[in-house]
């Protein structure tokens, strides 16, 4: 081989080696192509997973605030914490009464028993990106079973502990926002408030709120917890509210 062969195939070899370690434009296209179909499948998948840990964080929440309410009534003659015995800013709401069992770790408003978006058990995490009411997204059930009078219900005389809702994830319907809000610390029973009634928002109905993929966390006065659909409670299934009895 003389000379000029020689380099010939040098300057060949190296051509080859350069072009076996490089990628064409096309190849370089259906990579980004083949990671957007991929991005494009796990995104959801991942957003669904998310949705999900939200849900199950909510109802350990709803779970410990169950049994906060059922050590506050083991020390109370088996009474459970009514939504405010004054209904007045003295901090004897729940939220309040349920802290030493429960601590809110950040108060809105102490006096007035708002607990804070940023309180642990208190907070619902799916409700973070609702506009803020009053709750950091829970609520009890007001109109028959938690109202203020400090002889509400006890304990021992509820028939079906099961079926009657405690505190579960609720929401204001607040049209001076025109928007969902967080909710208040209670709602009303949907037989006796119309939850479709868009009114002013001191008549605006406080309604259960079906923020986990269309489900609503609800924690039972037995201290079970059980994800509804927002139908189910607007039809007040199994007499969910206590409406004709206990």
């Known amino acids: 081989m003389n000379m000029g062969e020689l380099a010939g195939h040098f300057t060949h070899s190296k051509f080859e080696v350069r072009n076996s370690k490089s990628f064409t434009l096309i190849e370089l296209l259906v990579v980004v192509a083949i990671i957007a179909v991929l991005v494009a499948i796990l995104l959801p998948a991942l957003a669904s997973a998310r949705e999900s840990a939200q849900a199950v964080e909510c ?119 025109d928007d969902w809000c967080t909710g208040y610390i209670w709602l009303h029973c949907s037989v006796c408030t119309d939850w479709n009634y868009l009114g002013a928002w001191w008549e605006g109905t406080r309604q259960a709120s079906p923020r986990h993929r269309d489900q609503v966390n609800i924690c039972f006065v037995d201290g079970h917890v059980e994800a509804w659909s927002h139908r189910d409670c607007q039809q007040n299934k199994n007499d969910l509210f206590g409406h004709y009895g206990y």
């Open 59 to 177: 109802q350990s929440n709803l779970h410990q605030l169950g049994t906060g309410f059922e050590l506050y009534s083991v020390e109370h003659g088996d009474f459970i914490a009514s939504i405010s015995y004054t209904q007045a800013t003295d901090g004897q709401w729940y939220t309040n009464l349920i802290d030493k069992y429960v601590p809110v770790q950040q108060w809105y408003d102490y006096v007035c028993g708002i607990p804070g978006m940023e309180s642990g058990a208190w907070s619902c995490p799916t409700a973070t990106s609702e506009p803020f009411l009053r709750s950091a997204g829970y609520g009890v059930n007001a109109t028959h079973l938690m109202n203020s009078d400090p002889r509400n219900k006890n304990r021992s005389l509820i028939s079906r502990p099961a079926q009657l809702w405690l505190i579960g994830d609720t929401r204001m319907w607040w049209t001076g926002l």
